[in-house]
């Protein structure tokens, strides 16, 4: 017992805030080269969670992400949100062809009162592995993007946050009648992230 207790991480509130943050700037990078939302040359290989993940060049892109991950970074840490939905754009149309929807769990105990909890790091970095090998197969399951495409992001938040002036009220970019595909989840036993991938479904892609 005692070993399996030497296993285990103190995870802090800003600690688990940090770790759902950046998980959804590389999920963010990760969904926007393999849907191709970016062409493939923007892209520069690096080493996270024991892969080879994929982070954009594009200064633009780059900085947006970056102003996310600070702004959800935090609202987690406030215990304020509650969900974020990277949505896939035509960019001809503005039609809503996919969403990727992460929906997030905060255990509220932690975050009114301070304490921690314990999880292994590793046990951790294997559940987003999960997510990301799931995110970098999405061409197996999801249909051909094959239009030029653009993205935006949807915070979901409590009611009583203040917004900051960069953010704009939207509507939910719902697809009518999605196909959706569940994917792996992760658990810093202070935040659960909850993924799930819905897209535009064709019939006359049968």
Known sequence: ?????????????????????????????????????????????????????????????????????????????????????????????????????FSIETDNEVVEKGVSREKSDKEIMREIQAIMRQIASSITYLPCLDEPCVFDVLAYTDKDVAVPFTWIESDPKLIANPQMVKLHSFDTKIHKVDTLVSYKYDDEDE
């Open 1 to 101: 017992m005692a070993s399996r207790t030497a296993t285990k991480d103190i995870i802090t509130l800003r600690g688990s805030a940090a770790i759902v943050s950046e998980f959804f700037g590389y999920a963010a990078n990760s969904i926007l080269y393999n849907r191709g939302v970016y062409p493939e040359e923007s892209f520069a290989k690096v080493k996270k969670y024991g892969l080879p993940m994929l982070l954009t060049q594009d200064e633009g892109v780059k900085g947006f992400i970056s102003n996310l991950n600070s702004q959800l970074s935090e609202w987690l840490e406030a215990g304020k949100l509650q969900r974020v939905v990277l949505v896939i754009m035509s960019k001809a149309t503005g039609e809503v062809l996919e969403r990727w929807n």
